[in-house]
Each structure stands twice: as structure tokens, then as C-alpha cells.
Antibody, heavy 122, light 113 residues
């Protein structure tokens, strides 16, 4: 079955760039016409959608981070990635990758990675 | 952005009793062209990612026990656990996917009384 796994540094310095990758296993990222999202959760707090990328490369971002975020897809590696620039302590969170249900941007997230904790600190 | 407001923040329910969680959106999430409510419910246990329980406000995800049910339309929604089990202890979130950015409620913590 389809599985997602986040990877990347657990510690990032303030003002630097947070870079995470989500590896998709169990199916080809380009065969499903799916939309792939990033969601984060600060410690003890709720969930915030960061953005979504379609396997074809179209991107959709939360206005709260739009000026600082980039997403990309690497179909050869079956991965998609997140880059968040100029991070501050407020970006400290568990970062999840997830798939939109039904190959539809306007749908719930049905499959989630286990999440990776990223701490912004010097 | 659509603001999702959940109530209560937490509740304690005896095993086998009913648990009810409410979610209100700041604007309607009912899409008139297909008559669907763009509303989902998730369960999150400590140290785990959220798990999709309900979508389209009332459609149970495959494998979700039928003691979980969703109802409501427009701006007011409810998640009901008909007979609380020990494994249902978790935080529950509603989410609208009517527009971007999709937004989540702040969560409701369910515990055993």
C-alpha cells in the first residue's frame, strides 16, 4: 500500500533554509495524478497546511508562508520536496507530508507520513 | 481564510457512552454544484500523524469503525462516537477543504471519565 516518509535535518539555524523530502513508496508518484501536501504542527498545537504540489509541478501555497516556500517533484526518485527560507523559531514544528484523497486538490488528506520534527535554533 | 471553531476544547466520557464534538465554519463549506460539504474529521493519537475518519462531512473512510459518524451541513458539523472505546482516546480535528488554504480546527481532546 502507499506509504510516505519524510526526511531531512532535525535542526536548522535561524535565517537559514529548511529542506525536507517526502519519499513515496508503494506506487509511482506520477502514475496517480495525485496532489501532495505538506502540513506542520508546532509542539502542542494544531495543524497548518503549508502547501501542495501536483505531480505535474503546479503548486499551491498558504499565503502565510508563500513568500518563503518552494516545492518540487522528482519523479525519477519518487519524491517531492519542501524548502522554507528564512526560518525563525516560529517554524519549529513536526512536518508531515500527505496525499490529497481522490487525486483532487479540494479533498481531505487520506495518507500521511509519520512526520519529522524540525527545530529552529542556533 | 475560513476559520474552523471546535467545541468543546476537551471532554471526558465514560466507556461505552456517547461523545459529541462540534465544528463550526466561518462560512459555508457546502458546494452548491454537487451538494457536497467539503469537511473532514481526523483522529490524532500521541506521537502519530492524523488519521482520516470522515470526509464529505459524513462519509466514513474505509476501515473506520461504524461507531464514528459525521453529520451536519453548511457551517455546522458534528462528529459522534456512539460508544466510546479506550482506543478512541485522542485529539480530533475538523478540516475544511472548500478552498485554499484548507484550514483545521484547533482540536478537541477526548479522554475517559
Amino acid at each position: 500500500q502507499l506509504q510516505l516518509q519524510e526526511s531531512g535535518p532535525g535542526l536548522v539555524k535561524p535565517s537559514e533554509t529548511l529542506s525536507l523530502t517526502c519519499t513515496v513508496s508503494g506506487d509511482s508518484i506520477s502514475s496517480t495524478s495525485s496532489y501532495w501536501g505538506w502540513i506542520r504542527q508546532p509542539p502542542g498545537k494544531g495543524l497548518e497546511w503549508i502547501g501542495t504540489i501536483h505531480y505535474g509541478g503546479s503548486t499551491y501555497f498558504n499565503p502565510s508562508v508563500r513568500s518563503r516556500v518552494t516545492m518540487s517533484v522528482d519523479t525519477s526518485e519518487n519524491q517531492f520536496s519542501l524548502k522554507l527560507r528564512s526560518v525563525t523559531a516560529a517554524d519549529t514544528a513536526v512536518y508531515y507530508c500527505a496525499r490529497h484523497f481522490g487525486n483532487d486538490l479540494y479533498h481531505a488528506f487520506d495518507i500521511w507520513g509519520r512526520g519529522t520534527m524540525v527545530t529552529v535554533s542556533s | 481564510d475560513i476559520v474552523m471553531t471546535q467545541s468543546p476544547n476537551s471532554l471526558a466520557v465514560s466507556l461505552g457512552e456517547r461523545a459529541t464534538i462540534n465544528c463550526k465554519s466561518s462560512q459555508s463549506v457546502l458546494y452548491s454544484s454537487n451538494n457536497k460539504n467539503y469537511l473532514a474529521w481526523y483522529q490524532q493519537k500521541p506521537g502519530q500523524p492524523p488519521k482520516l475518519l470522515i470526509y464529505w462531512a459524513s462519509t466514513r473512510e474505509s476501515g473506520v469503525p461504524d461507531r464514528f459518524s459525521g453529520s451536519g451541513s453548511g457551517t455546522d458539523f458534528t462528529l459522534t462516537i456512539s460508544s466510546l472505546q479506550a482506543e478512541d482516546v485522542a485529539v480530533y480535528y475538523c478540516q475544511e477543504y472548500y478552498e485554499t488554504p484548507p484550514t483545521f480546527g484547533h482540536g478537541t481532546k477526548v479522554e475517559i471519565k
